[in-house]
């Protein structure tokens, strides 16, 4: 029997020369199973995605792994390591100003973190600016501090 809850939101992905047809659904469609506001189920190429069992529901943060596993070939993608930055280490950064680009000394105030864009940040103290938050890929190790 086909299928007669409508779905919210559709996305067709093409990798490797093979089409893949994901479909959201809202989980207030299934109120029995108390999916929860802001849930959905999915369905990946007319068949349910349950990863946790027959009603399996997720966020949007969940579907957004799934569609880069997906475009992986199935396989989640690998995490990238945090860049070796340790707290209070000695490192060169390079900063670009509005006329011109510099290399300056500072210190690691906060270990690397990453943010929604996938880029690694770090707070870093440097002379005469005080603490700066740059990306990790303007920031170069020169010596650790123990």
Do not use: H
């Amino acid at each position: 029997m086909a299928e007669q809850r409508k779905k919210s939101d559709s996305i067709l992905l093409r990798t490797e020369g093979k089409s893949v047809s994901l479909e959201l659904f809202p989980a207030d469609q299934w109120p029995e199973e108390n999916g929860g506001e802001g849930l959905f189920r999915a369905r990946v190429n007319d068949v349910w995605y349950c990863p946790v069992g027959k009603y399996s529901f997720l966020t949007r943060g969940a579907i957004g792994e799934l569609v880069a596993a997906l475009l992986n070939g199935g396989e989640p993608p690998e995490e990238e390591p945090a860049p070796y930055l340790p707290e209070k280490a000695d490192v060169r950064v390079y900063l670009e100003d509005s006329s011109s680009k510099s290399t300056e000394i500072g210190s690691v105030r906060v270990s690397p973190y990453q943010k929604r864009d996938g880029r690694w940040y770090c707070q870093i103290w440097v002379f005469g600016r005080g603490v700066m938050e740059l990306c990790c890929n303007d920031v170069t190790l020169c010596r650790v501090r123990r």
